[in-house]
């Protein structure tokens, strides 16, 4: 089964950046098969959805709370997601999320916290 493992977070003042990254591996099929996308979680909240890239990366969607400032991508060839983060804001900390679909597959990585303060 695909397993994700996310990197990339840690402590960055307002209006910086960060990029997180997202390792794939163990798929049954050929990883730029997977539709993959971005969710966080605040402390105290629910798990909100953040980004979505296709699997031929043409089509990417964004949440309204970070377009434009924030950027999906892929790299198939590596087997990697990334999530280029600018213009940093306080209520964008949360652990954040990478998740793999293909048909009923569905898979959830263990999340990397990003915390956004001063």
């Known amino acids: 089964q695909l397993q994700l493992v996310e990197s990339g977070g840690g402590l960055v003042q307002p209006g910086g950046s960060l990029r997180l990254s997202c390792a794939a591996s163990?798929?049954?099929?050929?990883?730029?098969?997977?539709?993959m996308k971005w969710y966080r979680q605040a402390p105290g909240k629910e798990r909100e959805y953040v980004a979505t890239?296709?699997?031929?990366?043409?089509?990417?969607i964004y949440a309204d709370s970070v377009k434009g400032r924030f950027t999906i991508s892929r790299d198939d060839a590596k087997n990697m997601v990334y999530l280029q983060m600018n213009s940093l804001k306080p209520e964008d900390t949360a652990v954040y999320y990478c998740?793999?679909?293909?048909?009923?597959?569905?898979?959830w990585g263990q999340g990397t916290q990003v915390t956004v303060s001063s």
């Open positions: 998740r793999g679909r293909r048909n009923l597959e569905d898979y």
């Open positions: 163990g798929f049954t099929f050929r990883f730029s098969a997977y539709e």
């Open positions: 890239i296709s699997t031929d990366s043409r089509t990417r």
